[in-house]
């Protein structure tokens, strides 16, 4: 039932839900009434399956009954922030005045205090605190696209842009940047072009794209004052893509939560040439933020090097990994600065207790800005800011680290004591907590004594009456001779003297008849009125007195917004540094040497995540392995050999180590040269997208075309098993000549680490100068095979794919009729010299045929085999069966001939 057909019997309430509902009709109207949060009509019926809650009706039985549903208000920022993540919008109806004020005669006034959308989740409370939760835009001109980001619990707030492609695509750079970002919400202009909106939808199909205005993206017919400071400095008239975009994010947080942007944060301009391009495959494939598995922390390359005390802490060294340097100056004074912690234990200690006293600076200040902030978030925020001073104590018996301009840049926060001064004096120690919208409904309790002397004459004053109520049930009672004669309160009818009905001859003629129970009645006095005006009186006036306090103490936190994020930035930055330091301490990890050239080497290289894991479990120690890769020798290192000796773990070793040394860590290895890397492209695993209608075979190859597409000489490739999701000859033939690419172009020479089962590949590392082969070694015994994990040079010269079987369990008969089909299809598959015969094909070679060729052309035993081929269906026979049968059909007709 829609809310705009009006039931026959309106009433006031309704006519006024229906008026806030009209001027939001694409979000969930969460409507105040009481303790509870209403729903009605569409969003009743729709929000009671996704909230798991009871639908029920309003006027149960009668024609025009409406559909309704609730939340209780004390805990519905759970269901707020659910309905956010499944993509949908909510506004937050709260009452606006007190009920006395509007006399009983009229309706409470309601108004939308915010609106919670996917990427605007209201009150920061419950976010993981290493997690950012953005909003996006993004702005198309004629010559490029642009994209801003913000981040309302954090204050994060960014943009970039980049020229259209040669071809006049939309940039991948600026997509490859929204799936880095991973807001969970898109701006898009209305009639946006409509392969711009495919692009998106089909690179982040879990993210809400919602359309706004065109008048959103320019900043020129911006008029709010928050929203021209945070674009303070830039031109409006000449505003690129991305301050166009930037301004399409402030409008739409502007018109749904305008606390946001009371002192909004300034916008920083980025370029993508800034930090090493991770795209979404790659980050995906290195496990760097999420596993494959559960898409958790556990396992992931973030959760090994997050030591951090903060959720500030947690958050930038998310950044950090997120967006790794390619300036080499940059990466050697964060190193400096992990080296000066490293090397003082003692130091880092005192930091890390001192570090353990910091909240979520950051997020705190954004729950202090909200309409909706209660004294207990001032108090958050006060706990914080005293505790600032510590981490520059920890510093006293370094001072010379410090003082040294030439030493490493460390980040020490500066303290706001007029902040945290004015908190202390201001709010109670542990103020209570205050339900939503309760603060100013008689609450109070929350101002410190001494603060106001107003406050504490007011408070000294219903004091007294209290006491001299509390002193009348004694009183009467002796002067009555009623033991049983109590003094109630009720929050409508106010004080009374409670009289038990057995008990009534005994009460005096000048007490007044207040309220009659089922077993007692209630009397009130002259005197008691007068002393219960006085105390509800002081009470009223102390409440809004407190309101007033409460207010003003925000307002001048909030003035001090621009302090409070330096000094919340400085404890991220400190912080991720100890991290760092931390992890490089406890682990043995060795400063990598970072350059300019184009140069890899590392020697005993280890996987940061695995070899913890096999720690963790008691599976003994991680096999090092060394890495060269140069432009001028080897560029391009083909990996053979079985599964599950390590080909795997060794190309994500790689990257990773790669990764840790441009965001300023160590590494584990015992040591390494590393020339800058200006993007690190992945080709590992498998995987469908079926949802976006992509095989595994497809996405294998979308993701092999942009490597080649995309990769420079100062690039890094990782390739596993190209061409494994298609038909063996099409799989060997495509991993063939995408190693060749790779090796030959002029101007490319991409470094690369290339991982295959074709060991027909091994020989482009006699026809290449820059191809090296190697292999993980392994031993056989008794037709087990044991993995050794120790790579050395050369070619593998089997696969152990049927050992490696057994060991995953598969039956014997199984294993035994494998052994017999690949002596057949070896014998077959092999020339004369007992080589593949691809391997001796010359780089002219044409077509699958040559496979069966031995010498100048194939025999006339096997041309006839070839003739009767031909007249079978290729679309019911795979090439390795047809292999087979070739191999039986030679064997027959060379039997004939003989």
């Not at 009645?521 to 002081?538: C, H, M, N, P």
């Amino acid at each position: 039932m829609s809310p705009a057909a009006k039931g026959s019997r309106d009433t006031p309430m309704m006519r006024q839900y229906r008026a806030i509902k009209a001027d939001h009709p694409d979000a969930f109207l969460f409507y105040r009434m009481g303790d509870f949060y209403e729903l009605f009509f569409d969003d009743a019926e729709r929000a009671a399956p996704l909230l798991e809650i009871t639908l029920t009706t309003r006027d149960r039985g009668k024609p025009d009954a409406i559909p309704m549903c609730g939340v209780p208000v004390h805990s519905a920022d759970g269901y707020v922030k659910r309905l956010a993540e499944l993509g949908h919008r909510v506004a937050i109806c709260e009452q606006v005045e007190d009920a006395k004020a509007a006399g009983g005669k009229r309706l409470v006034r309601r108004e939308v205090v915010e609106v919670v959308t996917p990427g605007l989740v209201g009150d920061p409370s419950g976010l993981e605190g290493a997690r950012e939760v953005a909003v996006a835009a993004v702005a198309a001109s004629p010559d490029g696209l642009g994209a801003a980001s913000l981040d309302a619990s954090t204050g994060s707030f960014r943009a970039t842009a980049h020229p259209r492609e040669a071809d006049g695509g939309w940039p991948a750079a600026v997509l490859d940047e929204l799936e880095r970002i991973a807001p969970r919400e898109i701006l898009v202009s209305e009639g946006a072009d409509a392969g711009l909106r495919a692009e998106l939808e089909r690179r982040l199909p879990s993210v809400a794209l919602t359309e706004v205005p065109p008048a959103s993206f320019e900043p020129g017919e911006l008029a709010a004052d928050a929203v021209a400071q945070a674009l303070h400095g830039f031109d409006p008239q000449g505003a690129g893509a991305d301050l166009r975009a930037a301004a399409a994010v402030l409008v739409y947080v502007a018109a749904r939560q305008p606390s946001a942007l009371a002192h909004a944060p300034r916008l920083l301009r980025y370029g993508l040439a800034d930090a090493m391009i991770l795209d979404g495959a790659t980050r995906t494939h290195l496990e760097l933020f999420e596993n494959g598995e559960d898409r958790s922390r556990r396992g992931t390359l973030i959760e090994r090097i997050d030591a951090t005390r903060t959720a500030l802490g947690a958050r930038q060294l998310s950044r950090w990994l997120a967006y790794p340097m390619l300036d080499v100056g940059s990466i050697a004074a964060r190193q400096a600065a992990v080296t000066a912690l490293a090397d003082r234990d003692r130091l880092r200690a005192r930091l890390r207790t001192a570090l353990a006293e910091v909240r979520d600076l950051e997020r705190v200040f954004a729950r202090v800005g909200r309409p909706g902030a209660e004294p207990r978030d001032l108090a958050a925020l006060r706990a914080s800011l005293e505790a600032l001073p510590a981490l520059g104590e920890a510093f006293a018996d370094e001072e010379g680290l410090l003082a040294d301009a030439q030493g490493p840049a460390l980040p020490v926060p500066e303290p706001v004591p007029a902040v945290a001064s004015l908190l202390r004096d201001a709010i109670v120690h542990e103020p209570r907590a205050i339900p939503r919208g309760s603060r100013g409904a008689g609450e109070t309790g929350y101002v410190r004594p001494e603060f106001r002397p107003e406050l504490d004459g007011l408070r000294e004053a219903a004091e007294k009456g209290r006491s001299w109520i509390a002193g009348l049930e004694a009183r009467e009672r002796e002067r009555l001779e009623l033991p049983t004669l109590k003094v109630k309160f009720h929050p409508v009818h106010g004080y009374s003297l409670e009289v038990s009905k057995a008990q009534l001859a005994r009460v005096p003629e000048d007490w007044e008849r207040k309220q009659t129970l089922a077993n007692a009645e209630r009397f009130t006095t002259a005197e008691l009125r007068e002393i219960e005006s006085s105390v509800l009186g002081a009470n009223e006036r102390a409440a809004a007195l407190e309101r007033e306090i409460f207010e003003d103490v925000r307002q001048s936190v909030l003035s001090e917004a621009a302090a409070i994020r330096r000094a919340a930035s400085a404890c991220g930055e400190l912080d991720a540094l100890q991290s760092l330091a931390e992890v490089a301490r406890r682990e043995g990890w060795v400063r990598p040497e970072v350059g300019e050239g184009t140069h890899l080497d590392i020697r005993a290289g280890r996987h940061p995540v695995v070899e913890s894991g096999l720690r963790a479990r008691g599976e003994g120690d991680f096999v090092p392995n060394d890495t060269r890769l140069d432009p001028e020798g080897t560029r391009l290192l083909l990996l053979t050999g079985p599964n599950m000796s390590g080909k795997s773990t060794y190309l994500r070793q790689v990257a990773l180590l790669v990764l840790l040394a441009q965001i300023g860590s160590y590494v584990p290895a015992e040591s390494a040269r590393i020339g800058i890397v200006d993007r690190v492209f992945t080709r590992v695993g498998a995987s469908d997208r079926l949802a976006r209608g992509e095989s595994t075979f497809m996405v294998e190859m979308r993701e092999t075309a942009e490597i080649l597409s995309q990769a420079t000489p100062r690039s890094l490739v990782i390739l596993d098993e190209i061409g494994r999701g298609t038909s063996t000859f099409d799989g060997l033939s495509i991993a063939w000549s995408v190693a060749e690419y790779l090796h030959d172009t002029p101007g490319l020479g991409a470094r690369t680490l290339f991982a295959t089962h074709y060991h027909e590949l091994a020989d482009l590392g006699t026809s290449r100068t820059g191809v090296a082969n190697a292999h993980f070694q392994a031993r056989e015994f008794e037709d087990e095979v044991v993995f050794l994990r120790q790579l050395v040079e050369g070619p593998a010269n089997r696969s152990y794919g049927i050992q490696v079987a057994r060991l995953a369990g598969l039956p014997d008969p199984v294993i035994a009729r494998a052994h017999e089909v690949l002596r057949r299809l070896e014998r077959d598959e092999l020339s004369d010299a007992g080589r593949p015969r691809l391997a001796s094909l010359g780089a002219d070679a044409g077509g699958q045929l040559a496979l069966f060729q031995a010498g100048s052309g194939p025999s006339e035993a096997e041309a006839r085999a070839l003739e009767a081929l031909r007249d079978l269906d290729p679309d019911r026979m795979t090439p390795l069966e047809a292999l087979a049968l070739l191999g039986e059909l030679r064997t027959r007709l060379q039997e004939d001939d003989a």
